[in-house]
């Protein structure tokens, strides 16, 4: 655990050891705390802490690319949402129009059962009338729906720019992840010479 001033913390262990690790730290001072097989040390050396924040410098360097590409793809996906919604908005519009439209279907064939039993020339004027309404009604729920497509392929390009986007951003961190560790592996072991050399030279405290 390295305290390196205020509420900072780089850690490699549980809550556990973080709470162990507060125990012997004064104020808010810089510090290294670690546990070599059942013994732990602490170390308040300027110059070794500065070596060890040095060898952490790349994993934390590489942990805020990855939060600021996390932001990204944050905020990528939140348009995405958005876009989304929309379309889901016209879709239940689309599903309305749909419905009415089966209601008028409906009413057609009625009608047409009529028109097949119609027997006086009023009868088959009125259903003559009513069929003219029907289809009216029918080209424009067609022309709204025509519509409600043209608004709903507005969104494609969008949505498949974003998922471009997204990719990238997507590729970008499985490199970041990968080289973070690389990083990591490297650090830890550059740490467990800095703190063999720590204890074999007496820089570093034993407390427990």
Avoid: C
Wanted: hydrophobic share 35%; glycine share 12%.
């Amino acid at each position: 655990m390295l305290f390196t001033g205020g509420s900072q913390i780089t850690m490699s262990g549980s809550r556990a050891d973080a709470e162990q690790a507060r125990t012997f730290r004064h104020g808010g001072e810089p510090m290294l705390w670690f546990r070599t097989g059942k013994h732990e040390y602490v170390v308040r050396d300027p110059a070794l802490l500065r070596q060890v924040e040095s060898t952490w410098m790349p994993v934390n360097t590489l942990g805020d690319a990855q939060g600021k590409l996390g932001e990204e793809q944050g905020k990528l996906g939140t348009r995405q949402g958005e876009l989304g919604t929309r379309q889901g908005e016209l879709g239940t519009q689309q599903g309305r129009l749909g419905t009415r439209q089966g209601i008028i279907g409906s009413r057609q064939a009625a009608l047409a059962a009529r028109e097949s039993e119609a027997r006086t020339v009023a009868e088959r004027e009125a259903a003559a009338k009513e069929r003219r309404d029907i289809e009216q009604e029918m080209q424009a729920l067609e022309r709204e729906m025509r519509g409600l497509g043209v608004k709903m392929r507005d969104f494609d390009k969008p949505m498949q720019e974003l998922g471009t986007q997204m990719a990238v951003l997507g590729d970008q961190m499985t490199v970041l992840g990968t080289r973070m560790e690389e990083a990591v592996r490297k650090a830890e072991q550059e740490m467990r010479a800095i703190m063999e050399r720590a204890v074999s030279s007496g820089a570093a405290e034993r407390v427990k």
